[in-house]
Structures are given as structure tokens and as C-alpha cells.
């Protein structure tokens, strides 16, 4: 057994890649007073605010480095769909954003819910939403990415969910924090050691 040092500035995480192959059996949809709405032609910033409410806790940042054009070309891509998950009074309080650029297959890019909703069984609804969205005819495969620094029950929800884990990874990459793309006490349950010069 090897312990790998990490660099001040930089992060590493275990990346869990999990896959449906079968659209899962038809069962009735969880309740919830939450609404999943289609974003079509996302504007960047728009798409920035809602990306960062629902992110920043779990260190989400990589859209966030992109400039308006870079990030336009994908969330306007129509092979990719955007959804925003609504309140009651209207208010945007999670995403979900699917992939069909692969033949075959959908990837869940990102699915989350804001910190504040975690723990009201809002998750379930949302990923028999996105299910639904995501198997399309033609659809054999429909996949997403974990990792360690999303939420402690991420895996096993996804697990839960008829999820099949198929792959680990390790990702290091720049703290978001220190290069400012999310603010120094985003994610306070994962240290920021801030580079020593």
C-alpha cells in the first residue's frame, strides 16, 4: 500500500463510473412538488449561477473556467439537454444535463440538487425524471461519473438506483478555490491547503 502525496493547490479524488445497459422496469413515479423544466439555449451566465448553487459544495468548477463561447458550444449543443429543477415559487433548485453526443448512448453529465434539499428523498423523483428523459429510442447505454468528493451518499444512491459501477479512476486537478473560480470557503468539508510559495 502506497500513499501519494498532493500537492498544496491540488486535489485528487477516486472517480467511480457507473452504467444502466436496460432501461429499468417500469415503475410509478415518486411524488414531489419539485418541477423538471428543459432549458433550451441556455445563456452562459444563467447557466454559470445555477451550475455554481448546486455545485460549488462538491468543488463542480469545470464550467466555470470556460468562457462564454467554449461553454455556449456544449449546453447549446442540441445533442445536449439542460434541465432545471423548480420550485414551487419558480425558484431554479437543482440541474439535470444529459448527453446524447455518443450514439447509443446518454450520459448524465451532471445531477444534483441544491445542499439545502439533500435528505428529503427530492433524489429519487429527480433521477426517475432523468431516467425517463435519458432513455430515448436508440439508447443502450446510459451512464454517469461519482466521485469521492460529491456527496457521502452519491455511490450508494446511484447504486440504489440500478446503477452499476463498471470503473475507478483518480483525477487530480487545481483547487478551484485557489485560482478563485469558487470562493476560498466553498465545500468546507474538504481542507483548502492553499499553495506555499
Given at each position: 500500500?502506497?500513499?501519494?502525496?498532493?500537492?498544496?493547490?491540488?486535489?485528487?479524488?477516486?472517480?467511480?463510473?457507473?452504467?444502466m445497459t436496460a432501461r429499468p422496469p417500469l415503475r410509478p413515479m415518486p411524488s414531489s412538488p419539485l418541477r423538471l423544466v428543459r432549458w433550451n439555449q441556455p445563456?452562459?451566465?444563467?447557466?454559470?449561477?445555477?451550475?455554481?448553487?448546486?455545485?460549488?459544495?462538491?468543488?463542480?468548477?469545470?464550467?466555470?473556467?470556460?468562457?462564454?463561447?467554449?461553454?455556449?458550444?456544449?449546453?447549446?449543443?442540441?445533442?445536449?439537454?439542460?434541465?432545471?429543477?423548480?420550485?414551487?415559487a419558480g425558484i431554479e433548485v437543482g440541474m439535470v444535463e444529459l448527453d446524447h453526443r455518443t450514439a447509443g448512448a446518454c450520459a448524465?453529465?451532471?445531477?444534483?440538487?441544491?445542499?439545502?434539499?439533500?435528505?428529503?428523498?427530492?433524489?429519487?423523483?429527480l433521477m426517475?425524471?432523468?431516467?425517463?428523459?435519458?432513455?430515448?429510442p436508440g439508447v443502450?447505454?446510459?451512464?454517469?461519473?461519482?466521485?469521492?468528493?460529491?456527496?457521502?451518499?452519491?455511490?450508494?444512491?446511484?447504486?440504489?438506483?440500478g446503477f452499476t459501477a463498471t470503473a475507478r479512476t483518480i483525477e487530480t486537478f487545481a483547487d478551484p478555490r485557489a485560482s478563485g473560480l469558487l470562493p476560498a470557503d466553498a465545500a468546507p468539508q474538504i481542507p483548502y491547503l492553499a499553495s506555499r510559495r
Open positions: 500500500m502506497a500513499l501519494i502525496a498532493v500537492a498544496p493547490g491540488e486535489l485528487a479524488t477516486i472517480v467511480t463510473t457507473l452504467e445563456e452562459p451566465a444563467k447557466y454559470r449561477t445555477l451550475f455554481a448553487r448546486v455545485g460549488a459544495r462538491w468543488l463542480w468548477y469545470s464550467r466555470l473556467a470556460l468562457d462564454d463561447d467554449a461553454l455556449a458550444a456544449i449546453v447549446q449543443d442540441p445533442a445536449i439537454a439542460v434541465h432545471a429543477v423548480l420550485d414551487r448524465i453529465a451532471y445531477f444534483a440538487l441544491v445542499p439545502e434539499l439533500a435528505g428529503q428523498r427530492h433524489g429519487r423523483w426517475a425524471e432523468t431516467l425517463a428523459r435519458a432513455w430515448r443502450a447505454r446510459v451512464w454517469l461519473n461519482t466521485c469521492t468528493l460529491d456527496h457521502p451518499s452519491a455511490l450508494g444512491f446511484y447504486r440504489a438506483q
